[in-house]
């Protein structure tokens, strides 16, 4: 399990975020979020506790993989891409997102 917790008083993201992990409960590429609380009673935060996805970077062993694999590789991650635009939530407006962090 990991917490995390939002430091950064961009609470409105942050419950989205939640409403994410609980819409898409069902979804095994996403992970499981157990536990989740914005009333601020036990810490001053928001956090949530999530599953711990186990693993390496794909990153740091891609070079191992022969051109057959990779292109296995690449097929999964379509299929799981497809899946995750798939996903149920609220949008964002991506815009004003980064309007407010510059």
Not at 26 to 52: A, C, G, M, V, W
Not at 73 to 84: D, E, H, L, V
Request: hydrophobic share 30%.
């Amino acid at each position: 399990m990991e917490a995390k917790l939002n430091h950064f008083q961009n609470e409105d993201n942050f419950k989205k975020e939640i409403d994410f992990y609980n819409s898409n409960s069902k979804n095994h590429l996403i992970p499981r979020l157990y536990y989740s609380s914005t009333d601020k009673k036990d810490i001053s935060y928001y956090y949530e506790i999530i599953e711990k996805v186990n693993g390496v970077s794909l990153y740091n062993v891609w070079h191992t993989f022969s051109e057959e694999q990779r292109e296995e590789i690449i097929k999964q991650i379509c299929i799981a891409m497809k899946q995750m635009h798939s996903n149920i939530g609220q949008g964002c407006d991506w815009i004003s997102c980064f309007k407010e962090q510059f």
